[in-house]
């Protein structure tokens, strides 16, 4: 079973208003293993970059007008991604700017009906708890340190961490190699530092928000057995 862990950066929220494409990062999973193969590109918008969005990924139209438009790297995404399962946080947005690149450069869509949704799944998994990337990297104790800045490869290689926990924990031999990690932003000018490292253990308790909506929940029963002498 071929699954490919996507996440894309861009110049803003809505490619319908035109926004675009800025970064891709993809990795490969094979029978829930990562392979090491991985698909990583910038790309050139071809517009201005907005403050707000260079602030989340720290990319400049200076830098990306130096790397090629999405229609030149059409044929080598389709081809890496193949028929392969895509697995994607908030899929939608991600897919939903794929599909508005591909049109654009006169390829067929993808299908939405091949993602897979990982803020679904933990919203099915943890109900009423946080589902951001991050939130779900300190729940599996998945190491963040130096992640200042978005970066798609980065997201990607976080996201297939979580991705395995989500569906039920990693097995042995299924390591996300950290030092790969380290390697790609030592060579990436713009991405954030992050450390290498062992996995710390997993936490257990809850978050603070928790425990404050389970307090309200016990506070709604009225004399309840647990308190009875």
């Known amino acids: ?31 829930h293993v990562p392979t090491g193969e991985i698909f990583h590109c910038y790309v050139n918008p071809e517009r201005d970059i907005p403050v707000e969005a260079e602030r989340v990924h720290g990319l400049t ?7 090629p438009i999405f229609a030149t790297v059409a044929a080598d995404f389709l081809g890496f991604i193949g028929d392969a399962t895509l697995v994607a946080h908030n899929a939608s947005f991600d897919i939903g700017f794929i599909n508005a690149e591909l049109v654009r450069a006169g390829h067929p869509p993808v299908s939405t009906g091949r993602a897979v949704d990982t803020v679904a799944m933990a919203r099915r998994k943890f109900p009423g708890a946080q589902a951001s990337l991050d939130a779900l990297c300190r729940r599996f104790g998945i190491d963040l340190t130096g992640r200042e800045l978005h970066g798609a490869l980065l997201d990607a290689r976080l996201l297939a961490a979580v991705y395995l926990e989500l569906k039920g924990g990693r097995q042995h031999g299924l390591d996300l190699a950290q030092e790969a990690l380290a390697r790609h932003l030592a060579e990436t000018p713009t991405g954030p530092a992050i450390a290498a490292g062992r996995r710390m253990p997993r936490p257990h308790d809850a978050f603070d928000e928790e425990k404050v909506r389970h307090a309200a929940l016990l506070a709604k029963f009225e004399k309840p057995i647990w308190l009875s002498e």
Do not use: Q
């Not at 894309?8 to 319908?16: K, V």
């Open 61 to 67: 139209i200076e830098f990306l007008s130096t790397h």
């Open 1 to 31: 079973m071929r699954e490919i862990v996507l996440d894309t950066e861009t110049t803003g929220l809505d490619p319908s208003a035109g926004h675009r494409i800025v970064e891709i990062g993809c990795v490969e999973l094979v029978n």
